[in-house]
Nanobody, 114 residues
Framework: VQLQASGGGSVQAGGTLRLSCAFSGGAFSSYALGWYRQAPGKQRDLVATITPGGSTAYADSVKGRFTISKDNAANTLYLQMNSLKTDDTAVYFC?????????WGQGTLVTVSS
């Protein structure tokens, strides 16, 4: 299984970005999926998750602003990020997990300026 994240960039506070994560080499619909982020000098933190059945969960810091979704036909995971804040600046990683273990994508940088 391979994950390829894209869609990062630079945006001003209050702006929007949509991250994508292309999944290949496995049964996409059977994996629990998530987005994580790592700011400079900090640990990698959970942002949002989505189960194979489509149930979602979010970190408190992004609730109401970010939306995780997936397209099983396109084997793609998304993260819609609205009302971005400078604190959202980080490298964002997508993750796929099943009973065999956890796979990480390479990360995409999101920079939010004031």
């Amino acid at each position: 299984v391979q994950l390829q994240a894209s869609g990062g960039g630079s945006v001003q506070a209050g702006g929007t970005l949509r991250l994508s994560c292309a999944f290949s080499g496995g049964a996409f619909s059977s994996y629990a999926l998530g987005w994580y982020r790592q700011a400079p000098g900090k640990q990698r933190d959970l942002v949002a998750t989505i189960t194979p059945g489509g149930s979602t969960a979010y970190a408190d810091s992004v609730k109401g602003r970010f939306t995780i979704s997936k397209d099983n036909a396109a084997n793609t995971l998304y993260l819609q990020m609205n009302s971005l804040k400078t604190d959202d600046t980080a490298v964002y990683f997508c993750n796929a997990r099943d009973w065999r273990g956890s796979i990480w994508g390479q990360g995409t940088l999101v920079t939010v300026s004031s």
